[in-house]
C-alpha cells in the first residue's frame, strides 16, 4: 500500500484534444511476460521517416489517463508520429521496476513487454527504429530509465520525470524505502555498472538522457536527481561536472545542467511531486522539432550553441553532426546537411 499511496496520481487536467482515438492493442505483440497492455495514438497524417514515443504513465494512472492529460497526442497530429501508451498490468498501476527480469535484457517483466511494443510499432507501423523514443512519470519516470537501461539498442533518447536511478529500487518488494527516500548513495561508477550488468556485453549506442527532477520532491526525494546523473554521466564515460549551466530554463526557477551531449538535468526549485511534463521540450530534445526557449536567465555556460569543431571524418545520413560537448565528425555524407536539433544534438539530415 505504501507503494500505491506514495506514488498516487497527480490530478492533471484533462487537456488533450487530439482528433483520432486511442486504441487497444489485442494482437500478439511478441514477449510480454507480464501482459502489459499496449494503447496506440496514430495520427491521420504521418511523417516520413516515422517516429514514435513510448509515454508510460504514473501509479494510479492509466494508458488513457496519460493519453488525455499530456500533449503528446496532440503534438503528434501537428508532427506525425506514433505515441505508444504500456498500461500497468497489477492493482494500483505501477510499473515492475524492481525485479531481476525487468533490470536485464531479454529478462522478462514489463520491461520485455514494453520492448516488444517497440518491436511490434516497427514491423506493423513502419516506425523508423532510429527514431524511437521514452518518456514517463513517476514510476513512468523509473521505468523510463529501465528501459534505456535494459533495451539501450531501441532507443535513442529518454525523458524522465521525477524518477530513480537504474536499479536504485532492486530488490524482493515492489516499494524501496531507502531510494524513495534518496538515502541510497552509490559512487557514478556503482550507477553505471548497474547499467552495463543489465546486457553485458552491449557495445552500441545509448539513448541521450533528460533528467527532470523537483527540489520539493517528497515521494521520490531530490537526492534521486543527484544520482541520476552520476549514473547516466558515468555510462557515457562523462564528468560529473557540468559542461554548461543555464538558470530560468526552460521557466523561471528552473535551472539546466547538460554533460556533453548526451546528458541534461532539469532541476525545479520548489517544484514538489512530480514535475509537470514539458512536452515541446521533449520533441525538441528527441530532435522531432527545432530548438526550444532555453529561458532568460545565466550561468557558467551559455547553454546554446553546436558544439566543437568536431574530430575529423563525415558523419552518416542522420547520424550526430554537432551539439554541446560534441567531439565527433561535424562533415556530413553528401546529400545531406548538418542541421540543428537543439543546442545539444546537430544531425545530418537530408534536403526537406
Same mark, same amino acid.
Given at each position: 500500500?505504501?507503494?500505491? %499511496? #506514495?506514488?498516487?496520481?497527480?490530478?492533471?487536467?484533462?487537456?488533450?484534444? #487530439?482528433?483520432?482515438?486511442?486504441?487497444?492493442?489485442?494482437?500478439?505483440?511478441?514477449?510480454? &511476460?507480464?501482459?502489459?497492455?499496449?494503447?496506440?495514438?496514430? &495520427?491521420?497524417?504521418?511523417?516520413?521517416?516515422?517516429?514514435?514515443?513510448?509515454?508510460? /504513465?504514473?501509479?494510479t494512472?492509466?494508458?488513457?489517463?496519460y493519453?488525455?492529460?499530456?500533449?503528446?497526442?496532440n503534438?503528434?497530429?501537428? $508532427?506525425?508520429?506514433?505515441?505508444?501508451? &504500456?498500461?500497468?498490468?497489477?492493482?494500483?498501476?505501477?510499473?515492475?521496476?524492481?525485479?531481476?527480469?525487468?533490470?536485464? $535484457?531479454?529478462?522478462?517483466?514489463?520491461s520485455?513487454?514494453?520492448?516488444?511494443?517497440?518491436?511490434?510499432?516497427?514491423?506493423?507501423?513502419?516506425?523508423?527504429?532510429?527514431?524511437?523514443?521514452?518518456?514517463? !512519470?513517476?514510476?513512468?519516470?523509473?521505468?523510463?530509465?529501465?528501459?534505456a537501461?535494459?533495451?539501450?539498442?531501441?532507443?535513442?533518447?529518454? %525523458?524522465?520525470?521525477?524518477?530513480? #536511478?537504474?536499479?536504485?529500487?532492486?530488490?524482493?518488494?515492489?516499494?524501496?524505502?531507502?531510494?524513495?527516500?534518496?538515502?541510497?548513495?552509490?559512487t557514478?561508477q556503482?550507477?553505471?555498472?548497474?547499467?552495463?550488468?543489465?546486457?553485458?556485453?552491449? !557495445?552500441?549506442?545509448? &539513448?541521450?538522457?533528460?533528467?527532470? /527532477?523537483?527540489?520539493?520532491?517528497?515521494t521520490?526525494?531530490?537526492?534521486?536527481?543527484?544520482?541520476?546523473?552520476?549514473q547516466?554521466?558515468?555510462?557515457?564515460?562523462?564528468?560529473q561536472?557540468?559542461?554548461?549551466?543555464?538558470?530560468?530554463?526552460?521557466?523561471?526557477?528552473?535551472?539546466?545542467?547538460?554533460?556533453?551531449s548526451?546528458?541534461?538535468?532539469?532541476?525545479?526549485?520548489?517544484?514538489?511531486?512530480?514535475?509537470?511534463? /514539458?512536452?515541446?521540450?521533449?520533441?525538441?530534445?528527441?530532435?522531432?522539432?527545432?530548438?526550444?526557449?532555453?529561458?532568460?536567465? %545565466?550561468?557558467?555556460?551559455?547553454?546554446?550553441?553546436?558544439?566543437?569543431?568536431?574530430?575529423?571524418?563525415?558523419? #552518416?545520413?542522420?547520424?550526430?553532426?554537432?551539439?554541446?560537448?560534441?567531439?565527433?565528425?561535424?562533415?556530413?555524407?553528401?546529400?545531406?546537411?548538418?542541421t540543428?536539433?537543439?543546442?545539444?544534438?546537430?544531425?545530418?539530415?537530408?534536403p526537406?
Open positions: 500500500m505504501r507503494y500505491l %499511496s #506514495a506514488l498516487c496520481l497527480l490530478f492533471f487536467p484533462l487537456v488533450n484534444a #487530439a482528433t483520432q482515438p486511442l486504441v487497444q492493442v489485442t494482437a500478439n505483440i511478441g514477449p510480454n &511476460p507480464n501482459n502489459v497492455g499496449m494503447f496506440v495514438y496514430k &495520427p491521420a497524417k504521418l511523417a516520413s521517416p516515422l517516429p514514435l514515443i513510448v509515454a508510460i /504513465h504514473e501509479c494512472a492509466s494508458a488513457t489517463i493519453f488525455e492529460s499530456t500533449q503528446y497526442a503534438l503528434a497530429d501537428e $508532427h506525425g508520429f506514433i505515441v505508444v501508451y &504500456p498500461n500497468s498490468p497489477r492493482a494500483g498501476s505501477c510499473f515492475d521496476v524492481n525485479t531481476p527480469q525487468t533490470l536485464t $535484457h531479454n529478462g522478462g517483466g514489463d520485455q513487454g514494453i520492448a516488444s511494443m517497440v518491436t511490434y510499432s516497427i514491423a506493423t507501423y513502419g516506425v523508423d527504429p532510429s527514431l524511437v523514443f521514452v518518456t514517463g !512519470t513517476s514510476s513512468g519516470a523509473m521505468m523510463t530509465n529501465v528501459m537501461g535494459s533495451y539501450p539498442e531501441l532507443f535513442q533518447a529518454a %525523458s524522465v520525470y521525477s524518477g530513480v #536511478a537504474f536499479g536504485c529500487f532492486a530488490g524482493p518488494n515492489a516499494w524501496n524505502t531507502q531510494c524513495a527516500e534518496g538515502e541510497l548513495i552509490q557514478p556503482q550507477w553505471g555498472q548497474e547499467v552495463f550488468n543489465a546486457f553485458p556485453g552491449y !557495445t552500441g549506442s545509448r &539513448p541521450r538522457m533528460m533528467l527532470w /527532477h523537483g527540489t520539493a520532491d517528497e521520490l526525494l531530490y537526492p534521486n536527481f543527484g544520482e541520476e546523473i552520476k547516466w554521466t558515468d555510462v557515457f564515460g562523462l564528468s561536472t557540468p559542461t554548461t549551466t543555464t538558470l530560468n530554463s526552460p521557466q523561471e526557477g528552473y535551472t539546466m545542467t547538460t554533460y556533453g548526451e546528458v541534461v538535468g532539469f532541476s525545479a526549485a520548489g517544484v514538489g511531486h512530480t514535475v509537470p511534463v /514539458h512536452e515541446t521540450n521533449d520533441l525538441a530534445w528527441f530532435g522531432i522539432t527545432g530548438t526550444t526557449s532555453t529561458g532568460t536567465g %545565466s550561468g557558467t555556460g551559455t547553454g546554446t550553441g553546436t558544439g566543437s569543431t568536431g574530430s575529423t571524418g563525415t558523419a #552518416a545520413e542522420f547520424g550526430q553532426s554537432g551539439g554541446i560537448g560534441w567531439t565527433g565528425p561535424t562533415a556530413c555524407v553528401s546529400g545531406s546537411a548538418c540543428e536539433i537543439n543546442a545539444y544534438f546537430s544531425q545530418c539530415l537530408p526537406a
